[in-house]
């Protein structure tokens, strides 16, 4: 969305420096194929990394079914409450707002859905949640702040929700496959390499809170769809 001025300048920087790069690696595979499609770093100089996580330390079997309950009494969410959740910076980017107005949708037209965020502020970037905004949307969300048992989080969710307006290759996204989590993505890149809409997952456009709601309640309302999703999630990783 950066203007043509603004990707003119980063491009030209960006292959001014690749004329003494050796060798770059890429993450994603979309990216890879984006640069080598426009020629931004000579043929030859480009190979694909990829990304991924300890699918043993991330592991469902790894927590514990007491864990979990302990987890549910100190957030405060009931037994039986289908949990949507996700992890990261609280930044207009990661797609807030949006969730904010989906979780009041959906908890509008189901009952016992509980929204879950792992995250802190990032106040020195300027598309920061403004906390009085995150104040606003405790009446549908609830905010566990920053968390070292990010695993234990994702063990705890039902469903796991990214409406990023961009990514690299999200982290999160892999570590909730892994947990056998389904998913909620944005159609971006980096996000579609992660999720295959259909089968482990259900990608929306981005900065459309109304299509995620639609997305999250079919996931609330079929308990098969989500173990199916999160079976085939968790192979993927």
Known sequence: ???????????????????????ELFQSE???????????V?????????????VERFDPDAVSPERRASLRAELGIPDGAVIVGTVGRLVAEKGYRELFAAAKQVRAE?????????????????DAIPA??????REDVIFAGWREDVRDLLALMDVFVLPSWREGVPRSAIEA??????????????????VRD???GI????RAPRRLAEAILELVRDPALRERMGKAARQRA
């Open 1 to 23: 969305e950066d203007p043509w001025s603004k990707r003119v300048g980063v491009l030209g920087l960006e292959r001014l420096a690749a004329r003494f790069s050796d060798l």
């Open 30 to 40: 979309e990216d890879l194929r984006w640069v080598r499609r426009i020629g931004l």
């Open 42 to 54: 000579p043929a030859g100089r480009t190979v694909f990394l990829g990304n991924g996580t300890d």
């Open 110 to 126: 189901a009952d016992g859905v509980a929204f879950l965020v792992a995250g802190d502020h990032d106040a020195a970037k300027p």
């Open 132 to 137: 009085t905004e995150v104040d606003r949307a």
């Open 177 to 194: 496959a892994a947990m056998g989590r389904p998913l909620v993505v944005t159609d971006i890149r980096g996000c579609r390499e992660v």
């Open 198 to 200: 259909g089968v482990d």
């Open 203 to 206: 990608l929306v456009p981005p």
